[in-house]
């Protein structure tokens, strides 16, 4: 049974947690890469914030709040007929982009950004990231939330936000640098010839 919020958490909820939806919306549609599916996070999200609204605490981060229950939405979503991943964040490998920065630098970044529009290339390389990255980096780099707030969001330790990030950061490097060759904003790198010494 659930009981009806009372009429002036009406005008309270729509002038606090109505603010964030375009928020919500985007780290919706971070997780599930789909606009319909993301509209329906965003929709059960908010009819479970409302009649929650009496367990928000005034004063605290809405985003933070509405964030969290998108994440558990989102997952709930999923739980069933699908399997689970489990990503061992101290054993997963580092994605190396010491050869990603050497050509970015020898290209003049600003030259590379002149001839192009990364937008559609960030948004592609962003919805390619495994959901764990995906979600962390669109928290952390978009939604501009602390390590803090990410780690309460997700409900993971903070070295675990802080090693996903990290590992985000750096296959979207690794995309973008993929993307630019590509596209022949960069000339394709070779690799070093090494001495039979």
Do not use: C
């Amino acid at each position: 049974m659930t009981t009806e919020p009372p009429p002036d958490a009406h005008a309270a909820f729509s002038a606090v947690a109505l603010t964030a939806i375009d928020d919500v919306y985007r780290f919706a549609r971070s997780l599930t890469r789909d606009e319909v599916d993301a509209e329906d996070v965003v929709q059960e999200t908010y009819l479970r914030a409302f009649r929650s609204w009496h367990t928000f605490e005034t004063g605290t981060d809405v985003r933070r709040w509405l964030f969290t229950i998108a994440r558990n939405v989102f997952l709930r979503s999923r739980e069933k007929g699908k399997r689970e991943v489990t990503l061992d964040d101290d054993g997963a490998e580092i994605v190396d982009a010491a050869l990603a920065r050497e050509a970015w630098s020898r290209g003049g970044l600003d030259t590379i950004l002149e001839r192009a529009d990364l937008g559609p290339a960030i948004s592609t390389a962003l919805a390619e990231l495994p959901e764990p990255y995906r979600a962390v980096v669109v928290l952390v780099d978009l939604e501009d939330q602390s390590y803090e707030s990410t780690a309460e969001v997700l409900e993971v330790p903070i070295g675990t936000v802080r090693s996903r990030l990290f590992r985000g950061r750096k296959l979207l490097q690794e995309k973008l640098m993929q993307h630019a060759i590509d596209s022949g904003l960069i000339p394709q790198p070779t690799a070093p010839v090494r001495s039979t010494e």
